[in-house]
Structure formats: C-alpha cells, structure tokens
C-alpha cells in the first residue's frame, strides 16, 4: 500500500529579515553594529533585514555567531520564504499566459494551419510566440499592442487588439511568401493602371494578375480571409524601408468593396507616411488622410471630368452604367457602389451588377 504523507505548507511566510530585526531590538543592537560584527558590508545587512538580499551559508553562520540563532534555522527560514515566492510568481506568471491566450482566435490560427493544436496554456503561449516572431508576452505587447501609436494613426482602431494584431501577422506571413521586386514609384502606378483594367474580369483570374502586378512594382499584396471582430476591409504600412504591403480583407464580400479598397490601400503607400499602419474600415468619422486616400482611390477608378459628365447626365439606369463602365474599362458594379456611396441610388437599387465574393476552403 502506497504511503501517503502530509505537508506543512502555509500560504503564508516572513523574510528571514524579520527574525533578525527581533532578535536585533531584543539585543539593542542596530543594523550598522550587526554589520561590523558580522564583517559584512551595511548595504547587504540592510538589503537582507528588508528581505531584498537572500541568507548565504557564509552569512548564516556569521549571523549564528553574533545573534545566537541556529545557521540552520535561519537557512531554513530562507529556503521557506525563497521557496514560497516562487510558487507566487510562478501562479501569477501562469494566470498570465493563460489569460494572454485566451485573448487570440486560437482555434482560428489551428484551423488555418498557422500551428498545431497545443495541448497546454503554456504551449499555445508558445505557438502564438513563435508565429508572431517575438521572444515574450512583453515583446508581443511593445510590437502589436494597442501601445503601438502606428495603428492609432487611423480613426478605424475598433476592431478588437488581439484579433486585429492576429490578422495583420496573418497578412506578413501570407506577403512573405510572395516573391517581391525592388519597390518603384513609377513601376507602382503603371501597375495601378493596369490592375484597374482587371477589374470588370472575373476575379477568379483578376486577382492573381493583381498580385503579379503589384509584386512586379516591389509591393506585397495579400488577401486574408476576415477574423470575428477585426472591422476592417483593408490596411498598408511598410514592413521594412523599400518593403510596402496591401492587405485586404474582403469583407463585404462584393468587388466594388474589395477594388476600392485596394486602391485606397494603395493611395497610403503613394501619399502617406512610411511609419503608420493604416486601417481601413471604420464606420465612424474619417481623418484627413482617410478622406485624402478616399478621393485619390475614388478620382483613379473614375476621373473627375468623366464623372461629372456622367452625373450631370444623371441616368442611372441598368443599360447606362453598363455603358459608361465599359467606356471607362471598369467592373459595372464599381460605378454602382459610387452611386450608392453619394445617394444618388438607393443601396437596394442594380445590386446585381455588383460581383459577390465567397471564400473557398481549402
């Protein structure tokens, strides 16, 4: 029959210092005697006392021959006191990670492949580590944390921290199998150009020579699937000097959305600060810079002069925009999402002509 035996551990335990102030009042001696007797120095004397510097054997004999208490009474105060804190630290610690997790669409990240499903708290902290490319929680936090003053640049921070931090990371990795060309202005908006006469074909096909396209002028393109409460339908930023990257996340699942998008991205890496993460997506007021991508994107898809014959001529009919579309070299449902946009057709009205978009699961 197996033995069992009980142990004595309380949630409770003193610094060994406070044994030796006791005994320091009892003798009348102060802490600067006790280090003169001792030979030891009154800044580590002070620093045991207050329990910041841990009881040596050396000390503790020391201690036995002035105080009169047992080098290994004290020692075993020490070890107890030691031992007790790093049961504490060591539960704070897992509260920690286990509340970090828990934070992160964990089963998201597994389903997508992004890692195996961890067995433990501690080793899906160690997963999530590993596939954001940083050494500690703290790490973590200086690099994707709501601290991080680059995302706040944009009026859309609605989305939630840790889904949006998983969703960009989702993106770099996606932008970093892509094989990307040395970055051009010039190369960039000749691609542009180009990307913009894809857009009335299937996107099936479209897409793909948009990312050649924009890898062609030095700038990654990725679309990633949505994570549940990241509100954005895009972002951009620079991952490196010389390394843009466009994120898109589809969200709205039509490709007037997703073309403008792409453009807007675009306009931030053309007009905008090579420090900021710019997030697109916000259902709430829009900041100068928004609004200036805004205007670039919409100006782009159609120019001004074009538009404003267009809008004077104001027949918004089935037949018309499919005209004016195909005069312009640009997918119909665009035009009917600009319309929509300045409430010149109802958001019910020639839906139809817009694309709507499903993810494949692969």
Same mark, same amino acid.
């Given at each position: 029959m197996a033995k069992t035996s009980n142990q004595y551990r309380p949630d409770y335990t003193v610094p060994?210092?406070?044994?030796?102030?006791?005994?320091?009042?009892?003798q009348g001696l102060s802490h600067a005697e006790l280090a003169r007797r001792c030979g030891r120095s009154p800044k580590l004397i002070s620093e045991i006392i207050a329990g910041k510097a841990p009881v040596e054997p050396k000390t503790a004999l020391q201690l036995e021959r002035v105080l009169g208490i047992d080098a290994s009474v004290l020692l075993g105060i020490e070890s107890h006191y030691q031992l007790h804190q790093a049961r504490e630290s060591e539960s704070k610690d897992a509260a920690a990670i286990e509340a970090w997790v828990k934070s992160f669409p964990v089963q998201e990240l597994v389903k997508r492949g992004a890692f195996e499903k961890p067995k433990s708290p501690s080793a899906t902290a160690s997963a999530l580590l590993s596939f954001f490319g940083v050494g500690s929680i703290e790490a973590w936090q200086a690099k994707y944390g709501a601290a991080n003053v680059a995302y706040r640049h944009s009026p859309s921070f609605e989305s939630d921290e840790f889904a949006l931090a998983t969703w960009l990371r989702l993106t770099e990795t996606k932008a970093a199998s892509q094989t990307v060309a040395d970055y051009s202005e010039s190369n960039f908006k000749q691609a542009l150009h180009k990307v913009r006469e894809l857009t009335g074909d299937p996107i099936e096909s479209s897409l793909p020579k948009a990312i050649s396209l924009f890898n062609g002028a030095g700038v990654a393109l990725a679309l990633v699937k949505p994570?549940?409460?990241? +509100?954005?339908?895009?972002?951009?930023?620079w991952l490196a000097p010389g390394k843009p990257l466009v994120a898109l996340s589809a969200r709205h699942k039509t490709d007037d959305h997703l073309w403008f998008s792409l453009f807007h991205e675009a306009a931030h890496i053309l007009l905008h600060s090579k420090k900021s993460v710019f997030l697109d997506g916000t259902n709430g007021e829009v900041d100068g810079v928004e609004a200036e991508a805004n205007q670039w994107a919409t100006d782009f898809l159609v120019p001004k002069a074009a538009w404003g014959h267009?809008? +004077?001529?104001?027949?918004?009919?089935?037949? !018309?925009? +499919?005209?004016?579309?195909?005069? *312009?070299?640009?997918?119909?449902?665009?035009?009917?999402? +600009?319309l929509q946009h300045e409430k010149r057709? *109802?958001? !019910?009205?020639? !839906?139809?002509?817009?694309?709507k978009l499903k993810w494949v699961e692969k």
């Open positions: 060994t210092g406070w044994v030796i102030e006791e005994r320091l009042a009892a994570l549940p409460k990241v +509100r954005l339908s895009g972002a951009a930023w267009f809008a +004077r001529i104001g027949d918004y009919s089935e037949g !018309n925009i +499919r005209m004016f579309a195909e005069d *312009q070299g640009i997918a119909p449902g665009i035009l009917v999402g +600009r057709l *109802q958001w !019910n009205k020639l !839906n139809g002509l817009k694309v």
